[in-house]
């Protein structure tokens, strides 16, 4: 559990034009897949923080920072927020 929290505390310099993937176990939605690729879109300067969600939510006040585009299931690309903190390079 402490090195998860650890490595949550470790933000990557990304830039539009990087390709991601979340790091070991920090995968916290659907999209993208453990170990696929996505790219980075926008790395926002002000966190936008989801309020969305209830309280109880893990979701709630997540701190969202970086636009990534991922492929659904039926290869359409797509763009969602996600917390920047659970994303490490892509290895080339």
Known sequence: MKGRYE??????DFKPGDLVRWKSGLKNR??????????????LAQPILDIEKDPGSTYYREPLSIV??????DGDF???HFDK???EHLPQ
């Open 85 to 87: 903190r659970r994303f």
């Open 7 to 12: 490595s949550l505390q470790i933000e990557n």
């Open 30 to 43: 659907k999209l993208p897949e453990e170990n696929e690729a996505a790219i980075v879109i926008e790395v």
């Open 78 to 80: 797509l763009t969602f």
């Open 68 to 73: 990534l585009g991922v492929l659904d299931p």
